[in-house]
């Protein structure tokens, strides 16, 4: 089966510095990468998705994530942190049968 | 907004009990996902339908059903509630049933079981 790894549970950045949530992936076959934020009482929002083609992708809210093949890894990045990014994040995959396996999630802390 | 919508939002019962909850997917789509969201477990995949037939099924208790009917939304009962079963409950939807297609979140419905 299809699984993802968020190493951290917790990540905190100052706000204005660049934020890295890192995510590992395990698949057999083509990867279908996924990252969601979920803010406090509220459901998963889309950011972005990995299906083929240019290894950055760019989602919303300037995130952008970094598929690397090699490394079996699928981080989640931003250039500069907004404490409005405060948040959790889910990095996700397609599993077989189409539903979407959910990592366990990792908390963001933005420091004013 | 993401289109998809759960009711109720917030539902507290007595063990033993059993309650419905429900979900209307986005317009166009056919596919509806349930989850579980709860401290200690993270968020598990429960069951999934496409165009009103089971597809895939996950960690879902045998007290619990679901079904999509024809109009395509969806309800998932939960029976004999136990205190374990207190969680945060959300519904997705997507357009089709493919690897590549994104699903989109309700809400959530949250579930405290006393």
């Known amino acids: 089966a299809q699984s993802v790894a968020q190493p951290e549970d917790q990540v905190n950045v100052a706000e204005g510095n660049p934020l890295t949530v890192k995510c590992t992936y395990s698949?057999?076959?083509?990867?279908?990468l996924f990252w969601y934020v979920q803010y406090p009482n509220r459901g998963l929002q889309f950011l972005l998705k990995y299906i083929t083609g240019d290894n950055l992708v760019k989602g919303s809210y300037g995130f952008e994530a970094e598929f690397n093949k090699s490394q079996t890894s699928f981080h989640l990045k931003k250039p500069s942190a907004l404490v409005s990014d405060s948040a959790l994040y889910f990095c996700a995959v397609r599993d077989v049968g189409d539903k979407i396996i959910f990592g366990k999630g990792t908390r963001l802390h933005i420091l004013p | 907004d993401s289109g998809v919508t759960q009711t109720p939002k917030h539902l507290i019962t007595a063990t033993g009990q059993r309650v419905t909850l429900r979900c209307s997917p986005r317009s166009g789509d056919l596919s509806v996902y349930w989850y579980q969201q709860s401290l200690d477990q993270g968020l598990q995949f429960l069951i999934q339908y496409y165009n009103g037939e089971e597809r895939a099924k996950g960690n879902i208790l045998e007290r619990f059903s679901a079904q999509q009917f024809p109009d395509l939304h969806s309800e998932l009962n939960l029976s004999s509630l136990e205190l374990g079963d207190s969680a945060l409950y959300f519904c997705a939807s997507s357009v089709a049933a493919s690897a590549g297609n994104t699903i989109y979140f309700g809400e959530g419905s949250w579930l405290t079981v006393v």
């Open positions: 698949v057999s076959g083509n990867p279908y």
